[in-house]
């Protein structure tokens, strides 16, 4: 295996499905190793730890939740994207809740899969510090002086658009459950509705239409994401 080439672990017990993942995987020059079960999976990182992790939560011999609770609980924190069915919501929720940094829905594109290992391994790389100045389409977020600008007006939030907004923007392209906003905007365990009441505010200040947002993207059953590289 290359010693420059990211090395990514597919955890997945169809075949068909691994050897897609390994092709489109290989065309983006990654080095691909495979595990069709939970046993496997678990040696082959501790005998070479991968960069990163793409997760099947419905393995043959454990379910992948649980296999990524003991990987974190563990202490590996190489990023772990989640393959899932696509009406799997709540195990989506849980799977995020448990430390999963993204997912991806069967069937899925390869485009977007490839988009979002990306994401999750720019984010793993970056310092831990939020970045202060945040730019993405004509949205700029100056973390640092609470500045919010849409197409250089400054728009005026409430205290908590403002940090809903923030915290979408320092996980930026990331997805967040409504769990993780709720409880770190509010403490504590609100409605749902009440969050998506303050998204719909925020949307109305920031959206050119809010009915088709640009920047905060809804994961229908499960959060939000922050869209990234918006075109202006």
């Known amino acids: 295996m290359s010693t420059s080439a990211i090395h990514v672990l597919i955890v997945e017990d169809e075949p068909p499905i691994r050897k897609l993942l390994r092709v489109g995987l290989a065309t983006q020059d990654y080095a691909v190793s495979e595990a069709m079960n939970a046993k496997l999976a678990q040696e082959m990182v501790k005998a070479d730890r991968p ?11 454990l379910p992948g939740h649980t296999l990524l609770e003991r990987w974190r609980a563990e202490g590996l924190d190489v990023p772990i994207v989640i393959l899932s069915s696509r009406t799997d919501e709540a195990g989506i929720v849980r799977a995020l809740e448990l430390g999963a940094d993204d997912y991806v829905t069967k069937p899925f594109g390869m485009n977007e ?9 720019r984010h793993r790389l970056q310092a831990q510090g939020t970045r202060p100045l945040f730019q993405t389409g004509d949205l700029s977020v100056d973390l640092v002086k609470r500045i919010v600008k849409v197409e250089g007006r400054e728009v005026k939030l409430s205290p908590k658009e403002y940090e809903i907004l923030q915290i979408l923007v320092q996980h930026a392209g990331k997805v967040l459950t409504h769990r993780y906003i709720l409880e770190h905007v509010w403490n504590e365990l609100s409605d749902v509705q009440y969050l998506r009441v303050y998204v719909r505010q925020l949307r109305q200040k920031i959206e050119k239409s809010p009915d088709q947002p640009r920047y905060i993207l809804t994961e229908t059953g499960v959060g939000y994401r922050l869209a990234e590289d918006v075109a202006a």
């Open 113 to 121: 899969l490839l988009a979002r290992l990306r994401v999750a391994l």
């Open 51 to 61: 960069d990163l992790i793409i997760l099947d939560l419905g393995l043959p011999d």
